[in-house]
Nanobody
């Protein structure tokens, strides 16, 4: 059984940094593209970033480009999302997802975690 577990979310102030982790079990993570998505209250889930299987390929939503960095440690079966210069509008539940191919659409990913809450106060 594949499990993705996000961690690292918490309440922070605007301008702070956070690092989210997505740990995988039951699956060879190195063979998956991994994406981060987020969903704020009353809004649709939106793409944040993805990293391809070869690590080199990364892509970011315009809203986080230059502030967030996605990375992976295949030996630890973990993908990270480093978030710097956080803004109140970054407040959301953050989800990681794994799939065969990287993409910006949630439907491209077959495995999802339950999410971790990030709250940024002004």
């Amino acid at each position: 059984q594949v499990q993705l577990v996000e961690s690292g979310g918490r309440l922070v102030q605007a301008g702070d940094s956070l690092r989210l982790s997505c740990a995988s079990s039951g699956r060879t993570f190195s063979m998956d593209a991994v994406g981060w998505f987020r969903q704020a209250p009353g809004k649709e889930r939106e793409f944040v970033a993805y990293i391809s299987t070869n690590i080199i390929g990364t892509y970011y939503a315009d809203s986080v480009k230059g502030r967030f960095t996605i990375s992976r440690d295949n030996a630890k079966n973990t993908v990270y999302l480093q978030m710097n210069s956080l803004k109140p509008e970054d407040t959301a539940v953050y989800y990681c997802a794994a799939g065969r191919y990287a993409g910006v659409r949630a439907t491209q990913y077959g495995y999802w975690g339950r999410g971790t809450q990030v709250t940024v106060s002004s």
